[in-house]
């Protein structure tokens, strides 16, 4: 389960929304840059032992099952990505922030 930080979040920029798109982006970069060392650790160990070669990887085409659950995956990852933005959305639902902030978030991650 993830954990929440507590206290108030910091600032850096003087829009808000600038932040938590900012807090979105390194949230992606840190995902990205350990799954890349990884992968990458798993490829040259499995070549080195002949397990398979970069090539076979480059070629796999996943049969149907496989494809279904990278689906499941990759849309959980984006909800978690976007739990900023879902966030917001639940803060206007609630009425604890206007409709206005909320567009204006969804503006800040479209762009």
Do not use: C
């Not at 929440?4 to 600032?11: D, L, Q, R, V």
């Not at 990887?57 to 849309?75: L, M, N």
């Amino acid at each position: 389960m993830a954990k929440k930080a507590k206290g108030k979040k910091p600032t850096f920029f003087a829009d808000p929304q600038v932040d938590k798109l900012m807090g979105i982006v390194m949230a992606l970069a840190g995902e990205v840059s350990v799954l890349r060392e990884r992968l990458n650790t798993v490829e040259r160990l499995a070549e080195s032992k002949g397990v398979f070669t970069r090539q076979e990887i480059e070629s796999y085409r996943p049969d149907p099952h496989t494809a279904e659950e990278r689906e499941q995956w990759r849309t959980e990852y984006i909800a978690r990505v976007l739990r900023v933005v879902h966030e917001e959305l639940e803060a206007v639902e609630r009425g604890e922030t206007t409709p206005e902030s909320y567009e204006e978030a969804v503006r800040a991650v479209s762009s």
